[in-house]
């Protein structure tokens, strides 16, 4: 039914705004049950020549039809906006938040948001925002629309369906899978072959320095920052000295495309993690070295797009 | 989202509509499922009370079938009126007991709807119709918390704004929707059961029987005034048979026309005819011809093809001056002097007298009124039982009795002095309605007289009673009855106000009737005709309940539009600005404060950017600034706004 009143169009731009050319309206089947019961009463009330019966079934239709307004206007002016949306890896839940913003000053009751997978319901008060999330289960890397979105209310009555679809332009992209068990990544410096030298100490401590702007939360010195009222970064050995250098082409053959993108993703997550300094190295471009959450966020993002031409 | 158990409040909410939905059934039902209904409304309001699951299918299913069983065995079968409406009650009551999900307690909802109604079968007065106002309203405060309205004073404002809102809807319909005269189908026996009214026969009180009820019989609206008193006969069933005891009426012919002419003033009057499952239209003494639909019996009777089981409406006109049966049948007369052998000897002796010294008929019966009138007849309402010989116990043992005693008793005696005569039955005067005009005849108005023939006078009415008591004619009933008897309370003269309370309740009862319960077919097509819509065009009328409708939904599309006016002045004003500058192509970004907002608005639109600025700034002044906004810095600020012109 959706499809056939909605022409599918391309995705659109935040803030969508719910007005009236794109809400629907259409009976619930509680709502045919009750015109089956309003039909049943007025059969009753010609047969019994019951005046007030007459009224009553009137009555209640017209409820019946009074309804369908309260429905449109429970979503009648809604704004739609796109939140942050959290990225995920391969098989994890992906987020999607919307914000949905009260424009018409009413408060709004049972509010549906509703993907392919899951729904929310919600109330809004009037004049306010609401954040709601909605998952999906990532399956592929790369961008992941949000989808058609349909913002549904059977408020009040629940005989009525009021609602609206849109496809917002809004994508999460979904980083390669984390590789489960992943050999140590080879150390950086001169020796490049591989995987062979499975050493640790990458977290070695080695003192502290003044903050710099690219550092993660990971790397500040809580306690001494307490003490000493300014900003300061721990460093560690590997950061100083050690520098990961991850490259496609060290990987061994044996692993196909994405097979090596998992793994990758898994030294960069855990670099990232260590707060080490790398650089990712795939055929056709090499991002570092850096060793904050930006650079991470690039270089996770490059996994996820590799091979896709057309976002590359 | 129905698989989830419904919210307790919805609980709460349904069993307030199903006990406002079966308890007015109580009085009409029989007391095992009434009393039932309250054990299990109780026991739910326990359940919901102490948050306790829903009864398993093997507790409620035997409880139903149960139920079925009693229905069935209490009423004999499962269709009819009665029978149905309990078949509901208990169906409403088990279902509430067994709901978990939402879906289960909309069932219960409609249900509850179709049993209001039900209510209406027993009973339309305006009572009834506020009960089922109510629950319906309850009924629609359930669905709206199911659908998740958590208070419940917002839950009964916004049932109550809805209900409001579809009061226009109702109106329309309930007026212009084509009345389809009923029955569809065959109505079970019992649909118009318990109606007071006249009988077909007459044995010692069945009248005085039916005069002890207030109950209106029918309303009359003379076009001019009504005639004198004592014309206001309403002629009913006529009885000539008597088998000694009980008078029964013969059978007639009749046809579309009266078969007398008509003469003298014509009084033209609309009849409200309360259901009383007879087949006769009361109507004055003697109708003309042109009564819609009716039949016009060889005994002056008005009949109608079937029983009148709705309130009827007809207009009629009538000639108290014409006169009827200058040539009747051998046959009708033959019957009319019939009296049953060897009854009411002392009776057939006063006739023969009577006649011996007599010269005419006129004579004789004249002499016979006389004769009554003498006799020191009492008129009570609380008459002997009578034995055997009704008449002559009547007229010479006892000397009580009531209209039906007079008018026997006279026709006996005409009978055996040679006169043919027959009771007639119907009813007498009627209280003029001082607030509209109408005339109300109840069915304490019940009277029976009798008619004489007279060679080359035809039928004659002679009302003995009247003759004997005029009073009865003239002030009604309660002046007749002697001192000792106890006079029905809304009948006697002493209680002016309760007489003034009673019409004024009546003058309400019948707008009441002839607008709500009696708006039928006949009443539709007058009020159609009335507002300019031809009789019969259906497509005339189905534009209007259209266009009436598009009217409807137009207003209420006009209100989902409408928003919430900003209460803040100051927030208006911006809101204006914003909506200007929205429609100027620069919406407001969520983010962005007044300046930031000024700024960019002002780049985009860049011949207005002082204006857009100065209005930001003025703004940020006031909002932010010291101490609450003046009156006139709003007003300032407003007309800067209205300056603003894309």
């Not at chain 1, 707060?275 to 056709?284: C, H, K, N, S, V």
């Not at chain 2, 009554?372 to 010479?396: C, V």
Request: charged share 20%; net charge positive.
């Amino acid at each position: 039914m959706d499809l056939r009143l909605f022409r599918i169009r391309p995705a659109e731009a935040y803030p969508i705004v719910l007005e009236r050319r794109r809400i629907f309206v259409l009976p619930t089947r509680s709502g045919l049950l009750f015109a089956f019961t309003l039909f049943a009463m007025l059969l009753a009330s010609i047969n019994y020549t019951l005046s007030l019966g007459y009224a009553l079934t009137f009555l209640l239709a017209g409820v019946g039809v009074t309804s369908t307004f309260h429905a449109y206007r429970n979503l009648l002016g809604i704004e739609v906006n796109g939140g942050h949306g959290t990225p995920a890896h391969v098989s994890d839940m992906v987020g999607f938040e919307f914000s949905l913003n009260d424009k018409a000053r009413r408060d709004r009751f049972a509010i549906g948001v509703i993907n392919s997978e899951e729904t929310v319901v919600t109330d809004l008060p009037a004049s306010s925002t609401l954040h709601v999330r909605l998952t999906c289960r990532a399956i592929r890397r790369g961008p992941l629309d949000a989808g058609r979105i349909v913002i549904e209310t059977r408020f009040p009555l629940g005989l009525v369906r009021a609602w609206s679809v849109f496809t917002p332009d809004h994508t999460v992209i979904v980083y390669p899978a984390i590789e489960r068990e992943a050999p140590n990544p080879p150390r950086g410096g001169e020796d490049h072959d591989g995987e062979s030298s499975a050493s640790d100490g990458s977290d070695d401590f080695a003192g502290l320095r003044g903050h710099r702007n690219t550092d993660s939360p990971r790397q500040m010195a809580w306690k001494a920052i307490a003490r000493a009222d300014t900003l300061i970064s721990k460093s560690f050995t590997a950061s100083a000295g050690q520098q990961l250098d991850l490259r496609w082409f060290d990987l061994p053959d044996t692993l196909d495309t994405e097979a090596r993108l998992s793994r990758l993703t898994r030294w960069v997550v855990d670099a990232a993690a260590q707060a080490r300094e790398y650089t990712l190295t795939l055929p056709d471009q090499s991002i570092g070295p850096g060793h904050d959450a930006t650079h991470r966020d690039r270089c996770l993002t490059a996994l996820a797009l590799f091979g896709m031409s057309a976002h590359s | 989202m129905n698989a989830a158990p419904a919210d307790t409040r919805a609980f709460w909410w349904m069993l307030l509509t199903a006990a406002m939905s079966t308890l007015p059934h109580l009085p009409y039902i029989a007391s095992w499922l009434g009393g039932g209904t309250v054990i299990i409304l109780a026991w739910q309001a326990w359940r919901i009370h102490r948050r306790i699951d829903a009864p398993r299918w093997y507790i409620t299913t035997p409880l139903a079938i149960g139920a079925g069983v009693a229905v069935v065995i209490t009423y004999q079968t499962l269709l009819g009126k009665q029978a149905g409406i309990a078949l509901l009650v208990v169906l409403l009551s088990l279902k509430l007991l067994e709901s978990r999900s939402p879906r289960d307690l909309r069932v219960c909802i409609f249900l509850a709807m179709f049993l209001q109604l039900g209510l209406f079968l027993d009973t339309e007065s305006a009572l009834t119709a506020a009960i089922a106002v109510l629950s319906a309203l309850s009924a629609i405060a359930t669905l709206i918390s199911l659908s998740g309205l958590r208070s419940p004073q917002r839950t009964l404002k916004l049932a109550g704004t809805m209900v409001l809102q579809s009061v226009p809807f109702m109106l329309l319909l309930f007026f212009l929707f084509p009345r389809i005269p009923g029955p569809l189908w065959g109505l079970p026996e019992d649909a118009f059961a318990a109606r007071t009214g006249l009988s077909d026969s007459m044995s010692p009180g069945s009248i005085s029987e039916l005069i002890q009820s207030g109950a209106v019989a029918f309303r009359v609206k003379f076009d001019e005034s009504p005639p004198p008193r004592h014309q206001l006969y309403w002629r009913g069933p006529v009885l000539t048979n008597f088998d000694g005891r009980r008078w029964t009426p013969v059978k007639t012919g009749d046809a579309t026309a009266p078969e007398y002419a008509v003469a003298g003033t014509p009084y033209r009057y609309t009849m409200t005819l309360e259901a009383h499952d007879k087949p006769w239209l009361l109507a004055l003494d003697y109708p003309g011809p042109g009564v819609q639909n009716a039949r016009y019996a060889t005994d002056y009777r008005l009949l109608d093809s079937k029983r009148i089981q709705q309130r009827t409406r007809y207009t009629a006109e009538s000639y108290p001056e014409s006169r009827v049966g200058l040539n009747e049948s051998q046959s009708t007369l033959v019957v009319a002097l019939t009296l049953p052998p060897e009854r009411n000897p002392r009776t057939v002796e006063l006739a023969r007298t009577l006649r011996a010294s007599h010269e005419s008929p006129e004579a004789t019966l004249n002499a016979a009124l006389s004769w009554m009138r003498t006799a020191g007849l009492n008129y009570t309402l609380r008459p002997p039982t009578l034995g055997l010989n009704t008449a002559d116990e009547f007229l010479f043992d006892t000397k009580r009795g009531f209209c039906e005693h007079f008018a026997s008793s006279f026709v006996i005696l005409m009978r055996a002095a040679g006169i043919p005569a027959r009771v007639v039955t119907g009813y007498q005067g009627g209280e003029l309605n001082a607030y509209d005009g109408h005339l109300v005849v109840r069915q304490s108005d019940a009277h029976a007289w009798s008619e004489v023939w007279l060679e080359g006078r035809g039928w004659l009415r002679v009302d003995p009673t009247a003759q004997s008591h005029p009073a009865r004619l003239d002030d009604g009933l309660a002046a007749a009855l002697g001192a000792n008897d106890a006079i029905p309370l809304f009948i006697r003269p002493d209680m002016q106000w309760l007489r003034d309370l009673r019409q004024r309740w009546d003058f309400v009862n019948n707008a009441w009737n002839q607008w709500v319960l009696g708006y039928d077919q006949a009443r539709q097509q007058d009020f159609l005709s009335r507002l300019g819509l031809e009789k019969g065009n259906w497509p005339q009328l189905a534009g209007v309940l259209l266009g009436m409708s598009a009217l409807i939904m137009l207003t209420l599309l006009w209100w989902a539009h409408r928003t919430q006016r900003e209460s803040d002045p100051l927030l208006r004003q911006w809101a204006r600005f914003e909506h200007k500058l929205r429609r100027a192509g620069v919406p407001r970004l969520i983010h962005e404060g007044p300046d930031d907002y000024a700024r960019r608005a002002g780049a985009a639109l860049v011949a207005h950017r002082d204006a857009i600025g100065s209005i930001a700034t003025q703004y940020s002044r006031l909002r932010y600034g010291r101490g609450t906004p003046e009156r006139h810095e709003i007003q300032q600020l407003k007309s800067m706004i209205d300056r603003l012109k894309f």
